[in-house]
């Protein structure tokens, strides 16, 4: 059969109309998934797997991130498989489309994610080390470095010792620099105690005028502070903040801030956040009921452990509230 330039100008007219018809879907079911996946993370493990189905696509970049920012929410042992998996992501068409630095930065992404996941990530990324040898992904190697425990480093030492893994010698020596090297702490605006009032007088107006995300920024800062210096005059202003702005940074900030202030008259407050719709939400709440210390939210965080679908982080923070509220 005689293929004729005619024929090739159909199959290149077909191929344009399928990219025409694939892109706008392609998008729009990026927007899509990326619109999903809050509700999908408050839902915690429930929906977990929906997450992984996102992030190991080849959806949007946002969708992807999104999904990743998920999973560390959630903080899943499960996730990890999949996270190794993407530290290889990579098609040519999308290298040629996006750009290599996309690869680059996605990967590096999900490398640091791992982190959080401290000793259960290890045994992960040793069996992929070992599976894949000399073919493993520097990143890999790199995020061994980067969970900074005693087995982390002596799993790296005793590469950089085997002549098998010298061919990876510079990323091996790379990894143990990173686990070596101190964290930088993070830079926060602190009140000095000649500003408190000002400042509160500020959030206490703004919790009847509403703040712009400026705004929010500046008194997310404020509250964190409030909270650290143990303002027990900032209590109602910090209630009022909460129930007035849901679903937004200073929110959670003010929940966490009660916690560490610490009265107990603010546990009933707090539990009223436990099993809120937002999984932050309910982190911050869990946390500031261990912080505040009574005795009667132990029925409520225990219910939390009993809960089939909550995140495994909060759960594990319910249990360490219990902890810590038998203690005091």
Not at 2 to 25: D, E, G, N, Q
Request: aromatic letters at 8%.
């Amino acid at each position: 059969m005689r293929i004729s330039f005619a024929h090739i100008i159909m199959a290149l007219l077909a191929m344009l109309l399928v990219a025409c018809v694939s892109l706008p879907a392609w998008y729009v079911l990026s927007i899509a998934a990326e619109k999903r996946i809050e509700d999908w993370e408050n839902r915690g493990i429930e929906c977990l797997g929906w997450i992984h189905l996102v992030l190991v696509s080849d959806l949007e970049w946002s969708a992807k991130e999104r999904a990743l920012y998920a999973i560390e929410k959630i903080l899943d042992p499960s996730s990890l498989r999949y996270m190794v998996d993407q530290l290889y992501y990579g098609h040519w068409w999308r290298q040629f489309w996006d750009g290599s630095e996309y690869y680059q930065a996605f990967r590096q992404n999900v490398m640091y994610s791992m982190r959080l996941y401290g000793d259960d990530a290890l045994p992960v990324l040793v069996q992929e080390v070992e599976a894949k040898g000399h073919r493993v992904s520097d990143l890999a190697i790199w995020a061994i470095g980067l969970l900074e425990t005693e087995p982390a480093r002596r799993v790296l030492e005793e590469m950089s010792q085997d002549p098998y893994w010298k061919p990876k010698g510079e990323a091996i020596r790379e990894a143990l620099r990173l686990w070596s090297q101190p964290q930088s702490p993070m830079q926060k605006h602190t009140l000095q105690p000649e500003e408190v009032d000002e400042e509160l007088a500020k959030l206490a107006a703004a919790a009847e005028t509403g703040m712009g995300p400026l705004e929010e920024m500046h008194f997310h800062a404020v509250i964190r502070s409030l909270g650290s210096m143990k303002i027990e005059r900032s209590r109602e202003v910090l209630r009022r903040i909460a129930e007035r702005f849901p679903d937004r940074f200073v929110q959670t900030a003010s929940i966490r801030a009660l916690g560490m202030i610490g009265s107990t008259e603010d546990v009933p407050f707090a539990c009223g956040y436990v099993f809120d719709r937002d999984i932050d939400v309910r982190q911050e709440a869990i946390v500031a009921l261990g912080e505040m210390g009574a005795e009667s939210a132990i029925p409520l965080l225990e219910q939390v452990l009993e809960l089939t679908h909550e995140a495994p982080r909060n759960k594990r923070l319910a249990q360490e509230a219990i902890q810590e509220i038998h203690r005091d």
